[in-house]
Nanobody
Framework: AVYLEESGGGPVQAGESLRLSCTISGFYNNNYCLGWFRQAPEKEREGVAAISSDDGFISYAESVKGRFTISKDGAKNTLSLQLDSLKPEDTAMYYC??????????????????????WGQGTQVTVAS
């Protein structure tokens, strides 16, 4: 089984930064996509950023481009999301996710919820104005 666990969320003021981490275990495929998603109250879960296993493909939602940075450390099986210049509208539960792997090299990333098979429990980010 694949397990993902997020950490690093918390309350911050607008303009401040946070760094979210996701520890991944039990994954054995060399070709995969990892993503960060968020869900605000009464809103649908949305993709924020995604990265391919070889770091060749990285993508961001328009709302976070230039402010958020996704990265991973393969040796430590850790996925990170650096959140800078936070805004009140960034307030949400943040989730990391992994797809089920690819037979060959990853050709693109996706922010679609249905493309990801494994999810963490989430970490809350609250941005005060």
């Amino acid at each position: 089984a694949v397990y993902l666990e997020e950490s690093g969320g918390g309350p911050v003021q607008a303009g401040e930064s946070l760094r979210l981490s996701c520890t991944i275990s039990g994954f054995y495929n060399n070709n995969y996509c990892l993503g960060w998603f968020r869900q605000a109250p009464e809103k649908e879960r949305e993709g924020v950023a995604a990265i391919s296993s070889d770091d060749g493909f990285i993508s961001y939602a328009e709302s976070v481009k230039g402010r958020f940075t996704i990265s991973k450390d393969g040796a430590k099986n850790t996925l990170s999301l650096q959140l800078d210049s936070l805004k009140p509208e960034d307030t949400a539960m943040y989730y990391c996710a992994s797809d089920s792997g690819h037979v060959g090299p990853v050709s693109h990333t996706t922010h679609g919820v249905d493309a990801y098979a494994y999810w963490g429990q989430g970490t809350q980010v609250t941005v005060a104005s």
